[in-house]
């Protein structure tokens, strides 16, 4: 008999690799790492972040915008179309196809959509009375 139980220690890194490995065994990986890390911020004249990306490129050269923001204070100025900038000069750099992200509609979608971001999907009810909106871009 099975039985569901609790991860611990080094378990989920067990079941990421798993996953990971069967993936590669469909679609052979594009790139020499399989997951890299892409952290950016923008800080203020005494070091302070008021703006900021976190993404990851994955095993085929897509880029999964995770988080971008920008405080409060510094919202219309620029930042996050600046941040943005970045983060797809570096995929091109990278030869990346794409870059995906997702965004609620008391968030950023019309942002995305004006840089040239396409909408492939709503999960409604996401929190309950909003909406969770999927967004991508194509590179080449």
């Not at 798993?18 to 679609?27: D, P, R």
């Not at 020499?32 to 990851?56: Q, S």
Request: aromatic share 12%.
């Amino acid at each position: 008999m099975y039985k569901i139980v609790d991860c611990v220690e080094n378990d989920a890194d067990y079941i990421v690799d798993k996953l990971v490995e069967y993936n590669k065994s469909q679609v052979p990986k594009s790139q020499e790492k399989d997951f890299v890390d892409i952290e950016k911020k923008i800080v203020d004249e005494e070091g302070n972040i008021i703006a900021g990306y976190l993404a990851v490129m994955y095993c085929w050269k897509v880029i999964y915008l995770d988080i971008l923001w920008v405080d409060e204070r510094y919202r219309r100025s620029g930042l996050g179309s600046q941040l943005l900038k970045n983060l797809e000069e570096l995929a091109k750099a990278e030869e990346c196809t794409l870059i995906h992200l997702d965004t609620f509609d008391f968030q950023a979608k019309d942002f995305y959509i004006r840089h040239g971001y396409e909408l492939f999907g709503t999960l409604e009810d996401c929190p309950k009375g909003h909406c969770r909106y999927y967004l991508k871009k194509k590179l080449n």
